[in-house]
């Protein structure tokens, strides 16, 4: 009965070894990848996530759903108009525009 409790127990600690060398690896492999990727990204500006406030989201909100409608616009413009000048015009209206619908759109009153 001991010699069995023996042996369970040889198997138990060989199994937790094998558990803890395979850990090491998985850490040891985690942080050589975490140190590329700093490497790579580390002169990159940060992302601020959630840092934003109410109003600052709703501002952006407005400006995305501008660029959406002019981007729209401009879609529409590339496969109607075949001359590359009209192309080149509807782009550089837009750009100057924008600010423009933004005001109109947007106006606080």
Do not use: C, H
């Amino acid at each position: 009965m001991s010699k069995a409790r023996a042996v369970a127990r040889a198997e138990r600690e060989r199994a937790a070894a094998e558990e803890a060398a395979r850990r090491e690896t998985e850490a040891a492999r985690r942080a050589r990848r975490d140190r590329r990727r700093r490497a790579l990204t580390g002169r990159l500006p940060q992302r601020r996530t959630g840092s934003a406030g109410v109003l600052a989201r709703k501002r952006r909100r407005r400006a995305e759903a501008v660029l959406a409608v002019l981007l729209a616009v401009n879609v529409l413009v590339w496969f109607a108009a075949p001359a590359p000048s009209a192309r080149a015009l509807a782009a550089v209206a837009s750009v100057l525009v924008a600010p423009v619908i933004y005001t109109v759109l947007f106006r606080r009153s």
